[in-house]
């Protein structure tokens, strides 16, 4: 016979009214009371001879093992529910990614552009590649260069109260109105190299990547190794395709396929050579990789200093 802790009744081991108690009681309240059944106690395997044999009955460790794994199915359950609901739209991602631009107190990154377009019926590629280095509140200083059709070096300086930009023809540098001012006149010769990521760190008009863009895709991938948000978007004259850091939310890649002959319908009266040129452009593919990026590095306020020979 055996007994509960706590209570005066006495039940026989072997009856099923006792196998059932066993199953609600706790081990540590079983008290053993003849050498023909026995509990070690502390475990919750309880072991009894009973009637000249022996029996195991393990319901408390399989009741156990079975709760533990309902347990884990709702966990895993909630977690997938809970991630499907978290995935992002375009619209929220493009927000993201201009919020991350604008808190960044300083930038270093370089941009390696390929374009590839057909004009008047012949193909032409060029490449470009741009180291750019940012401190807040406008402290600018680029360096591009170019291969291709139109092989050449671009810079642009800025101090956030003046601007230098390297002059297209000839050598040396020239003042330029603005930081923005600078980086249009650069953005078709160096293959928009110098546009990009300096348009969104100054949040220019000229050259906003993410602005006037309607997103209507959006699915999960990677890109060097880095795990992104895809999002695909039209504008006025073809695709945009914005490939986003999942942690950063800053641009890992960005391309663009345009028809820039649907650039020139609008009212171009007074430029009837630059309208005729940019109608034989067509097929034109941009690719921009923005590789080595340095978020809120230190960088010297001497590296935004007046160049040399500039006045």
Not at 5 to 24: D, I, W
Not at 33 to 38: A, L, Q
Not at 124 to 146: C, G, I, W, Y
Not at 260 to 276: A, G, T, V
Request: hydrophobic share 35%; with cysteine; charged share 20%.
């Amino acid at each position: 016979m055996w007994q509960l802790r706590g209570q005066n009744r006495r039940l026989n081991p072997g009856s099923r009214r006792a196998r059932k108690q066993l199953l609600n009681t706790p081990t540590h309240r079983v008290l053993v009371e003849d050498n023909d059944h026995f509990m070690d106690e502390g475990r919750t395997h309880i072991e009894f001879r009973l009637a000249g044999h022996e029996a195991t009955n393990r319901c408390l460790n399989d009741f156990v093992t079975n709760l533990q794994i309902l347990c884990a199915i709702a966990v895993l359950a909630i977690g997938a529910c809970s991630s499907g609901s978290s995935e992002l739209s375009g619209p929220e991602l493009i927000v993201k990614c201009q919020k991350a631009y604008a808190s960044l107190k300083s930038y270093k990154g370089t941009t390696e552009v390929v374009t590839s377009m057909t004009v008047n019926g012949a193909p032409f590629k060029t490449q470009a590649s741009a180291h750019v280095r940012f401190l807040r509140p406008a402290m600018l200083h680029v360096e591009a260069d170019t291969t291709g059709f139109f092989p050449q070096h671009y810079g642009i300086v800025s101090t956030a109260t003046e601007t230098w930009m390297t002059k297209i023809e000839g050598n040396g540098w020239e003042r330029a109105e603005s930081p923005e001012m600078a980086i249009a006149g650069f953005t078709g010769v160096s293959g928009g190299s110098v546009t990009t990521i300096p348009a969104l760190l100054l949040n220019t008009g000229w050259g906003n990547a993410l602005a006037t863009l309607s997103p209507h895709r959006v699915t999960r991938s990677t890109s060097n190794g880095q795990e992104v948000y895809v999002v695909e978007c039209s504008n006025v004259a073809g695709t945009t395709t914005l490939w986003i850091d999942a942690s950063t939310f800053l641009l890992a890649r960005l391309d663009q396929k345009m028809d820039i002959s649907r650039m020139s319908q609008p009212d171009m009266p007074d430029h009837p050579e630059l309208k005729s040129e940019m109608q034989g452009m067509k097929d034109y593919t941009t690719t921009e990789i923005f590789s080595h990026v340095k978020v809120n590095p230190r960088i010297p306020k001497s590296v935004f200093s007046r160049p040399h020979g500039a006045h």
